[in-house]
């Protein structure tokens, strides 16, 4: 929900700027997490595990294309939001790194999406209804996913006086 949220605060960014910046660091945490996850399905696939080596690899050009830009344009879009709030005025250069980050990121995340899109249903129903069979690691994720939205709450509330410098 964060990331609709955060989407929404573009169409009148002048007036929500404060709400982008308090969601934006509130997504750090769920977002590191899912990059620390892609890491480690990728490291344990290629270092030869059974179950992910059982699963197959990502499809070549999200391997080889649309993956690396991916990261790279979420780091870039976070690391740069970051910068932008620490900086407490506009800068110019971040500014643009910034944007140019969300326009490569905003193409990257919908080929992603796209790409998985009809494996959503099937993963998101494995894991979250309960019957006979567990999903592997459902309470590990859960557990996970509920920690890094706490810390992202957390980080928000610590980051309340460096948004509010940008309103004076």
Known sequence: ???????????SLHS???VHMLVGVALIPPVALKLGST???FFRYYTGSAIFREKGPPQLVMRILVAPVLVASTVGLFG???ALLLLEH???LVYTVHKASFIVWLGAIGIHVLAYLRHIPTHALADWMRGRREA?????RRRALVA???TGAGVALIALPLVAAWHR
């Open 90 to 92: 506009p800068n110019s």
């Open 16 to 18: 929500l700027l404060s």
């Open 136 to 140: 592997f690691g459902r309470r590990s």
């Open 148 to 150: 890094s939205l706490l």
């Open 39 to 41: 890491f480690y399905r």
């Open 80 to 82: 740069s939001g970051v």
């Open 1 to 11: 929900m964060l990331l609709p949220i955060e989407g929404l605060t573009l169409l």
